[in-house]
Structure formats: structure tokens, C-alpha cells
T-cell receptor, first 114, second 108 residues
Framework: DGGITQSPKYLFRKEGQNVTLSCEQN?????MYWYRQDPGQGLRLIYY???????QKGDIAEGYSVSREKKESFPLTVTSAQKNPTAFYLC?????????????FGPGTRLTVL | QQPVQSPQAVILREGEDAVINCSSS?????VHWYRQKHGEAPVFLMI?????EQKGHDKISASFNEKKQQSSLYLTASQLSYSGTYFC?????????FGTGTRLQVFP
């Protein structure tokens, strides 16, 4: 079955530690996206990538970093510079990176920083 | 800029109808609608494109006023399964910006 996998589902870290969230897709989609969701708020775009080895900042990129070394994979690192990292993180992909296409979402990772 | 959704919350009895609105200050290439259950991934409902094309589920209907930069999602004869938070996403050429959501609760 094609889809997007995110692991782990729940993640706990101590303050000051970097943590990397995994996102893998086997849909052969060109574009991948990371969103952050806080209670009562919408999905805010962190980073996105239209093609391997290229990515752009979204609206709230500060304190985050990404890489896109393979088409299938778009890991997100939450660094210690992110002031309030506790949130629900969603990864998504899109066939051609155009907003004319549906976005496919992974199941999400809930990150809690203690 | 984040699109504005209204209302923020809706409470319905099964069988009742609802309309959720989404407006943007920017010109739109497309409007997407998604529904999210608590703690789960958003699920695709519909895309509306400039020029009038629509892609989505048969039981969901929506409108897109390009001139007014607005879209409305119409939920008719609501079912318990319609409960969740509805998000619109307004499309530029290469990314979506999502609204803050409309929480819909359907009771028996």
C-alpha cells in the first residue's frame, strides 16, 4: 500500500536536546511538506521541498532544519533553538508540488519536550 | 497570510445542514478542504480550482468565488461521522496556507 509513514507516533525529549522526526513516502511524489499544529490552531508550514536536494522555508522555519537527500525521505530536526517545540507535527506530500493537487498526510508525530 | 474561516465552531443535530466559509486577502490558484479527527491526519475532501474545476467526493459540495477570494463548504444532511475540524487551504503556485479551522460537532 502506498502512503506516508511518520515515526514515532509519540516522542518525548528533554529541553535543550535536538530531535529528528522521520517522514517517508512511497507514493513517488516530488514535493514534501512539514506542518506544525498547536491546539486550536491550523496547520502552519515549517519547510517544504519540491525536488531532491532543494527546500524552502515556510512561515515558521526558525529553530527547525530539514534535508532532502532522497525523494522518499524528508526528515525534520527540531533544534534546541526552537523556543516551544511541543506540538503535533504532520508531514505531507504532493505529486508535483502544485496546489492544483491533493496533499497526502502522514499520521503525525506528537512531540513533547519536558 | 492565513485565510480566515468562519464560523469557528458549529454544533448540529444529525440531518441538519451547515456552511463553512473561507476567505483570503490574496488571489488564489486553488482552495482545498480537509477534515481532521482529533489526533489524526487531515483527510482530503475537495479541491476547487480557478476556472471552475472541482475534484473531490460526490457527497461534498463547495463553491469558489475567485473574484471575492472566498470559498464555502456545504455539508448537507449531516451525519455523526461529519464531526471533526474542517480546514481550508488556500493555494499559491507551490504551497498551501491553511486556515485556523472550524470545529464541527454533530449530535444524535
Amino acid at each position: 500500500d502506498g502512503g506516508i509513514t511518520q515515526s514515532p507516533k509519540y516522542l518525548f525529549r528533554k529541553e535543550g536536546q535536538n530531535v529528528t522526526l522521520s517522514c517517508e513516502q512511497n507514493l513517488n511524489h516530488d514535493a514534501m511538506y512539514w506542518y506544525r499544529q498547536d491546539p486550536g490552531q491550523g496547520l502552519r508550514l515549517i519547510y517544504y521541498s519540491q525536488i531532491v536536494n532543494d527546500f524552502q522555508k515556510g512561515d515558521i522555519a526558525e529553530g527547525y532544519s530539514v534535508s532532502r537527500e532522497k525523494k522518499e525521505s524528508f526528515p525534520l530536526t527540531v533544534t534546541s533553538a526552537q523556543k516551544n517545540p511541543t506540538a503535533f507535527y504532520l508531514c505531507a506530500s504532493n505529486p508535483a508540488g502544485s496546489s492544483y493537487n491533493e496533499q497526502f498526510f502522514g499520521p503525525g508525530t506528537r512531540l513533547t519536550v519536558l | 497570510q492565513q485565510p480566515v474561516q468562519s464560523p469557528q465552531a458549529v454544533i448540529l443535530r444529525e440531518g441538519e445542514d451547515a456552511v463553512i466559509n473561507c476567505s483570503s486577502s490574496k488571489a488564489l490558484y486553488s482552495v482545498h478542504w480537509y477534515r481532521q479527527k482529533h489526533g489524526e491526519a487531515p483527510v482530503f475532501l475537495m479541491i476547487l480550482l480557478k476556472g471552475g474545476e472541482q475534484k473531490g467526493h460526490d457527497k461534498i459540495s463547495a463553491s469558489f468565488n475567485e473574484k471575492k477570494q472566498q470559498s464555502s463548504l456545504y455539508l448537507t444532511a449531516s451525519q455523526l461521522s461529519y464531526s471533526g475540524t474542517y480546514f481550508c487551504g488556500t493555494g499559491g503556485p507551490d504551497k498551501l496556507i491553511f486556515g485556523t479551522g472550524t470545529r464541527l460537532q454533530v449530535f444524535p
